[in-house]
């Protein structure tokens, strides 16, 4: 072992791939393209069942009017009756939760049931 030399580490260190605290504040160059917000609305709304079935009402309108010999207007389809439009969205959802609580009700009471042991309190549909 008489003429092996030990390196000296610290007088020679390893190269480094990542940046220093002078480098990372000058920035790496780099940029990111980010979409315009038409792009990223038109990407989003793409494939979204209401808004296509809004946009073939509003062709089959401009072909009925077009039929009628009418010339279309745009401002016809803004006119809306908005209470009545969230009057029949809410009787939707309040329809949608009955009939989902309709299909679970049985299941919950039979789950009831099998923990209650006398029969005069176990609960009971009619």
Do not use: C
């Amino acid at each position: 072992m008489e003429g092996y030399k030990v390196p000296n580490l610290l007088n020679e260190p390893l190269k480094v791939d990542y940046l220093t605290d002078e480098e990372s504040d000058e920035g790496s160059g780099f940029a990111i393209k980010i979409p315009d917000l038409a792009d990223l609305v038109i990407e989003f709304e793409k494939d979204d069942d209401t808004i296509f079935k809004a946009a073939e009402a509003v062709k089959q309108v401009k072909a009925d009017n077009k039929a009628k010999g009418l010339e279309w207007n745009p401002r016809d389809l803004d006119i809306k009756d908005e209470k009545k439009d969230k009057i029949s969205h809410l009787d939707g959802n309040i329809s949608m939760q009955r009939q989902e609580w309709g299909s679970r009700l049985p299941g919950m009471l039979e789950d009831i049931n099998e923990t209650i042991k006398e029969p005069k309190n176990k609960l009971y549909l009619k």
